[in-house]
Every structure is written in structure tokens, then in C-alpha cells.
């Protein structure tokens, strides 16, 4: 057992994000995102289903069409294939996201 912790290391890069994986087991994929306030701003289709929360910072994310701002502590679910995007994110934004992709 190795006992890590999630704000470690988590400086934000100077320009867009950092994307780490914290543990992938079966179907299952978490990762840390370090985001810069410098972001492009990409629309993502996924095919597996997303849990994302924010930790720290604050951001503006669209879903489907539809624009949401999020603060320290919010989260949303993203079923597969939903298209979202980041709009706007603060330096040194922290997320939690956790992928289910199918068996």
C-alpha cells in the first residue's frame, strides 16, 4: 500500500493541462487535471461514462449546449458520448476525474 495525496505535485503547467493517472484497475480510470488559466478550448465526445469534481479553483464548463459554472466542491456526471467542453478555468484549477469505460 502506497499512501499518496492528490494536491502533491499539482502545479498547474503554464500553458493548458496536466493529466495524470492516479490508478487504473479494470474498467476503471481515475486522474488528477492541473489546469492553467491558458486552456484551449476542446470539445470532447467520449465514448465512457465520466465523473468529474472540481477541488480547487473555480471553472465555466458546457455541457451539451449548455453552460454551467463550477466552484470548489461541485461535480457533475457525464454519460458516454455526451459532448462538453471547458470554457474558462482559473490557474491552478484542480480536478478528480473518473473514467468507466465498458467491460
Same mark, same amino acid.
Given at each position: 500500500?502506497? /499512501? ?11 500553458? %493548458?493541462?496536466?493529466?495524470?493517472? $492516479? ?6 480510470? /481515475?486522474?488528477? /487535471?492541473?489546469?492553467?488559466?491558458? /486552456?484551449?478550448?476542446?470539445?470532447? *465526445? ?8 472540481? $477541488? ?12 454551467? *459554472?463550477?466552484?470548489? %466542491?461541485?461535480?457533475?456526471? $457525464?454519460?458516454?458520448n455526451t ?8 490557474? %491552478?484549477a484542480l ?9
Open positions: 500500500m502506497s /499512501i499518496q495525496n492528490l494536491y502533491a505535485n499539482a502545479a498547474p503547467p503554464v500553458t %493548458g493541462e496536466c493529466f495524470e493517472t $492516479l490508478l487504473r484497475h479494470k474498467n476503471l480510470v /481515475i486522474e488528477r /487535471i492541473c489546469s492553467s488559466a491558458a /486552456i484551449a478550448a476542446n470539445q470532447y *465526445l467520449q465514448p465512457q461514462d465520466e465523473w468529474v469534481a472540481l $477541488l480547487q479553483g473555480s471553472a465555466e464548463l458546457e455541457v451539451d449546449g449548455t453552460s454551467h *459554472l463550477l466552484k470548489p %466542491g461541485d461535480y457533475v456526471f $457525464l454519460p458516454a459532448p462538453h467542453s471547458v470554457k474558462k478555468v482559473s490557474a %491552478g480536478w478528480l476525474a473518473v473514467h468507466l469505460h465498458a467491460p
